[in-house]
């Protein structure tokens, strides 16, 4: 299995950038897909950006061209630059991944806003707040 832990997340005001690494240390091969998800209280866990298996990204619409969700296939560590942040993007944010052959698939069917089934690991989260 692998073992995802998140980190980099923080305040900032509006306008300003955070960079969220996720490192997976328990790599073994047979991950597939990894996204980045949030959960702001009492909303739904929302996926916001994926790679899918063939190295394709994938963008929920409210963060395209504000996030950027990268990998370091080498040191097995996914990150998601966020620039412009705005207050609707405070929430615990997640990073997921599966070993799943057709988490692809399953990803381009729901869409990535409506992915959580589709990933079976999971990070334990880190808050980032953005104040006006």
């Known amino acids: 299995q692998v073992d995802l832990a998140e980190s980099g997340g923080g305040s900032v005001q509006a306008g300003g950038s955070l960079r969220l690494s996720c490192a997976n240390s328990?790599?073994?091969?047979?991950?597939?897909?990894m996204a980045w998800f949030r959960q702001a209280p009492g909303k739904e866990r929302e996926g916001v950006a994926a790679?899918?298996?063939?190295?394709?990204?994938i963008y929920t619409d409210s963060v395209k061209g504000r996030f950027t969700i990268s990998q370091d296939s080498t040191k097995h560590t996914l990150y998601l630059q966020m620039n412009s942040l705005k207050p609707a993007d405070t929430a615990m944010y997640y990073c997921?991944?599966?070993?799943?052959?057709?988490?692809?698939?399953?990803?381009?069917?729901?869409?990535?806003?409506?992915?959580?089934?589709?990933?079976?690991?999971w990070g334990q989260g880190t808050q980032v707040t953005v104040s006006s």
């Open positions: 997921a991944a599966s070993g799943f052959p057709g988490c692809s698939e399953t990803i381009e069917n729901l869409g990535v806003a409506y992915s959580v089934r589709g990933f079976e690991y």
């Open positions: 790679i899918v298996t063939d190295g394709r990204l």
């Open positions: 328990g790599y073994r091969g047979s991950t597939y897909c």
